[in-house]
Nanobody, 119 residues
Framework: QVQLVESGGGLVQAGGALRLSCAVS????????MGWYRQAPGKQRELVAR???????NYADSVKGRFTISRDNAQNAVYLQMNSLKPEDTAIYYC?????????????WGQGTQVTVSS
């Protein structure tokens, strides 16, 4: 069972920055993809950033140029650097891991960390 634990959320003013961390209980090199999703009140959960095992990344259009996903294989951790934060970035941010074994797909989620951006 893969466990994900997020940290680093908080309250920040618009234009500020935060760095989210996700501690992973297994070697992240064994996973097919790692990512960050967010869910704002009354909205569906959406992809923010994702990194596949080969290192390729993709971002939601709304965060391109402001957010950066990275990983540290030695620490089994994934990060989300968020710069130039906007009030609309306010949401609960979830770490996600994707594992694939043969025909089976496994999705793992953290408990979420709150990010609040004040105007």
């Amino acid at each position: 069972q893969v466990q994900l634990v997020e940290s680093g959320g908080g309250l920040v003013q618009a234009g500020g920055a935060l760095r989210l961390s996700c501690a992973v209980s297994v070697s992240i090199s064994s996973l097919n993809a790692m990512g960050w999703y967010r869910q704002a009140p009354g909205k569906q959960r959406e992809l923010v950033a994702r990194m596949i095992s080969g290192g390729d990344t993709n971002y939601a259009d709304s965060v391109k140029g402001r957010f950066t996903i990275s990983r540290d294989n030695a620490q089994n951790a994934v990060y989300l650097q968020m710069n130039s934060l906007k009030p609309e970035d306010t949401a609960i941010y979830y770490c996600h891991a994707l594992g694939m074994v043969a025909a089976w797909t496994y999705n793992y989620w953290g408990q979420g960390t709150q990010v609040t951006v004040s105007s």
